[in-house]
């Protein structure tokens, strides 16, 4: 796991503790986790005994608000303390079970809806349930949308420390935009095949015959182990769900002689199926990618399951990842092409761009569309092809590249070697040649970072989940390009960062100088809890 910067260490003087730990818990990915989720709640200061709800206690609760990750907040009637339920919707009383104490919240376990949340609708996913995909699915869309932008707005407010009367009087914050497309909108999806099937409580009476129980489909959640079986998926493509089903159809015939890997014993062959939708360049038509993850590389044993898929029409491309490690990874020490290409191609913006079985592309095609409007929108570009941009976190090059025909040069920035190849492979694809991309880590610049590039007229920064690094944050402040588009994909580290850029830290001799001039979020997967945002800064 990644560890986060040192910089998160940071005294607040404020009246919520809660925010407190925000700040100066930031020590890990998952800590941080934790503690945006406590960004959205507020504790009294000196809690007694009392206070605090015990491990095991059963509790009726009603559920406020969505937190981090889409879980349910809720208050302990008559103390007011905070316990967060995973799969508690807005309005929804239910009795729940306390699981684990952390710090000034608890988390509880739902054992009995009494009533219903708000905004309820049917799921239309048989599987909504139990997969830990889609957990607001029997939420309406509206009501999905304002609780993630009130979180984002909580999370600037209270973590970056912008003010309400700020953000309104200055119309900083802008309405969230919606998905226009709901349900089959994702272009890449992950199955697993497993030697243990998950299967729900009410099921498990059903199933007693102690055979075979090989699953194909998605990780049960809090389970590494145990696989629920799933034939479709109402998040991906309809030809990718054909494959899927014609897969399911036929890979456990004992005649086949195909096993699911066991991530105890490390036995098996099988590890996983990733299909990957796009579009061909010349038709429109979609075009879909197969990979088959082995442990091992026996192409004979693949054969049959090659054949079958090979005939739906959609399927050009069926590759073998082979990954001898015993760990979970999808991406293989070696690939080979089982049929057809060894890429598949995609476009956006007006660009090619080519998709081969591990490169990175934003996993929803249409909605990516959206994003890298309001991106160019955000930037401001004169569109006389004198200015520079600056690309930072600049994976396959997707964003420079559809800004690269407006300016002078673009110049990128990426840790991981194969999305640089890639990035110069769809800058060839595209005739674009006013582009570089460059290796390298931005969590360890040093004073000689910037020699290689002019300064810029706009500096595109989208990083991970855990932000930017101090270093990164401190060249920034340094280098004083007069616009900065920040893409975030956590609410929370965005808004820590948007904090240091525009108010600076006195902990670390740093001075702000950046104005927030609009922050949008943007719903780029419904139905789950993940939330992108735009923003941008300029120069004081």
């Not at 309406?140 to 420390?161: T, W």
Request: hydrophobic fraction near 35%; include cysteine; glycine fraction near 6%.
């Amino acid at each position: 796991m990644a560890t986060m910067p040192s910089h998160s260490l940071r005294h607040l003087s404020i009246t919520r503790p809660w925010l407190r730990t925000i700040r100066s818990s930031l020590t890990t990915v998952a800590s941080l986790a934790e503690d945006s989720t406590q960004a959205q709640t507020q504790q009294p200061s000196k809690p007694n005994n009392a206070y605090f709800p015990k491990r095991g206690q059963i509790l009726e609760l009603v559920c406020e608000s969505l937190g981090f990750k889409g879980k349910g907040v809720c208050k302990v009637e008559d103390s007011g303390f905070i316990v967060m339920c995973d799969r508690a919707l807005p309005g929804e009383r239910f009795i729940g079970r306390v699981t684990r104490k952390k710090g000034n919240y608890a988390e509880v376990t739902k054992l009995k809806t009494i009533s219903p949340h708000w905004d309820f609708v049917d799921a239309p996913c048989e599987y909504a349930s139990y997969c830990g995909g889609c957990k607001t699915q029997n939420l309406s869309y509206e009501a999905q949308i304002r609780a993630k932008e009130q979180q984002v707005q909580e999370l600037v407010m209270h973590v970056g420390n912008f003010s309400r009367l700020e953000l309104d009087s200055l119309n900083i914050m802008k309405p969230i935009v919606p998905c226009d497309i709901q349900f089959h909108y994702r272009n890449k999806m992950e199955f697993s095949f497993g030697s243990q099937e998950w299967l729900p409580r009410e099921s498990l009476l059903e199933k007693q015959d102690g055979g075979e129980s090989y699953a194909l489909g998605l990780h049960a959640p809090g389970f590494f182990d145990k696989v629920l079986n799933v034939n479709q998926c109402l998040l991906q493509s309809e030809p990718a769900n054909t494959v899927l089903a014609a897969i399911q159809d036929c890979w456990r015939d004992p005649q086949l002689g195909l096993s699911a890997y066991n991530v105890h014993s490390h036995a098996g062959f099988l590890k996983h199926l990733m299909l990957r939708s796009g579009r061909d360049v010349k038709t429109g038509l979609p075009e879909l990618m197969v990979n088959f993850v082995t442990s091992s590389y026996k192409p004979e044993l693949l054969k049959p399951l090659v054949e079958k898929i090979s005939s739906i029409p959609e399927v050009v491309s069926v590759i073998n990842n082979v990954n001898t490690s015993i760990g979970s990874t999808s991406v293989g020490e070696e690939e080979y092409i089982l049929y057809g290409k060894s890429a598949i191609t995609e476009i956006l913006r007006g660009l090619t761009f080519q998709i081969s079985a591990n490169s990175f592309f934003q996993t929803n095609t249409h909605q990516a569309e959206v994003l890298y409007k309001l991106i160019e929108e955000c930037a401001g570009l004169r569109g006389d092809g004198s200015e520079i941009v600056l690309d930072l976190f600049c994976g396959t090059g997707t964003i420079g590249l559809t800004l690269a025909r407006r300016v002078r040069h673009v110049y990128g920035y990426e840790v991981v070697a194969q999305a640089i190849a890639d990035a110069c492979l769809n800058a060839k694809l595209n005739s674009i040649y006013n582009a570089t991309f460059v290796q390298g880590d931005l969590n360890k610049i040093d004073e000689s970072f910037g020699n290689n590039f002019p300064k810029p007229d706009v500096v595109i920064s989208d990083p991970n989940r855990p932000g930017m690094h101090m270093k990164l944050i401190k060249f920034l402040l340094k280098l004083k390009a007069p616009r900065i588009v920040y893409v975030s994909c956590n609410p929370a580290t965005c808004a820590r960062d948007l904090d240091y850029l525009c108010h600076g830290m006195i902990e670390k001799n740093l001075k702000g100088c950046y104005k927030l001039k609009s922050l949008q979020a943007v719903d780029m997967f419904p139905h789950t809890p993940h939330i992108e945002c735009v923003c941008l800064l300029e120069l004081c």
